[in-house]
């Protein structure tokens, strides 16, 4: 009812009531007065015909509830079970206490039953998860190289290890080389979600701080030059620009110094920053394994667990060793056992004149830089590095991340392209 004065009164009345004039529900109706009548639906709640599905059959999601429907029906309804589910089926009901547990259902392949095979309820919420033994496709590793039977091996299982398959392939051969052994693993497999995030935000990083030293570093060249082209305007001595001519004719000499200012000015002598891309800092397929250590201790923590997509290569043992540097003539030398470096170097024509003698390296598969003076004898596949005057210097400031690089090779062909490359050799 609207009151002469604007405001509303409500009564609640009853229809059935009303149609049997009972006084108190078949009211007086008056000017202005608005009767709503509501269906059942909009006077009580009603929850959404639904129900949802989720887990391991082929088309989860959420569904509309036909009447009677049971649990079997909801399944076939999302298309069945995939071949990877589990017999439990779980069925959690809607506006229920917190206490009030799921219902339990087991599903049995041979009737292709469940049971119990409950009547799905609006709102209901079945899951269906999946069995930890169960594989989409076998697992297949690839060992190739120095194997009596190199191919595709099959993983019989979740944790076989190198020396598993390395059996499986026969086990090495005579001429096998496994402190040569390369190990490929899939990428994608060497790191999480989470780690590329945090790459991605390391390269921004990066970037950033690496832009903000360059301005420092190019202005700070700047003042530098400024600096150098005032104390040589105070000087009387004649300022040489490189790439301009000095001339005693005043009109020349103020073009060239003009000239030289310019181009002094225009000069790079900041080199620009690196920029780390997302292939910098994503992990490679190529794995550090040591499978000489792993043949003598199976199941140790060499002897790593192999995954699916696994690729194993065994070289056979190398007969040379490689002399480079400042030598007359680097080059591969037959490894004889017993012989001293002053054998390797006279193969190779002797010392060069800028060498540093007394600096001599050795580069060993999985051992990084060793000093000549603690290498007792040499084996095939060593690197020996005669370093020259200027390198040895070089080497000096950065052993360190150099060791750390060759640390992490694992072919003899890999290192001496990688000493010739990062060396300038």
Sequence with gaps: HQRPDGTYEYEFINLAEARSDNPKHNVLLQDRD???VYRQDEARFTPEPTFNIQGEVVSPGVYIR?????????????????????????????RSSNATPPIQSEYSPATKTFSPDPEIEEGDLITIQGRGDYREKPAVVTVSGAVNNPGPIILNGPRVRLTDIVKQAGGLRPEAFPEGAEFYRNPITLA?????????????????????????????????????????????????????????????????????TTNLFNRELVSAPRTLTQE???????????????????GGEDDIVLLDGDNIIIPEKPTTVQVIGAVFHPRGVLHRAGMKLNYYI??????????AKDRVLVVRLGGGLTPIN???????????????QVLAAKLSTRNSDIDNIFRNITNTSVILLVAKKLLGL
């Design 34 to 36: 608005v009767l709503a």
């Design 66 to 94: 036909g009447k009677g429907m049971r649990l079997s029906d909801a399944v076939a309804l999302a298309g069945g079970l995939k071949p990877g589910a589990s017999a439990m089926v779980l069925v959690a009901r809607a």
């Design 192 to 260: 999480t979600k989470d780690q590329k995030q945090i790459a991605d935000i390391i390269s921004k990083l990066s970037d950033l701080l690496n832009e903000s030293q360059y301005r420092r570093e190019l202005a700070r060249s700047d003042i530098e030059r400024l600096r150098a082209a005032g104390i040589a305007a105070r000087s009387s001595t004649q300022l040489n620009i490189p790439g301009v001519p000095t001339s005693s004719d005043p009109g020349l000499s103020a073009a060239a110094t003009a000239q030289g």
């Design 280 to 298: 910098d800092l994503q992990p490679k397929g190529n794995v550090a394994i040591n499978l000489a250590a792993a043949m003598q201790k199976p």
């Design 346 to 355: 006279e193969q190779c024509g002797g010392y060069a004149p800028d060498a």
């Design 374 to 388: 603690k290498v007792k004898s040499f084996l095939p596949g060593d690197l020996i590095l005669v370093p020259t």
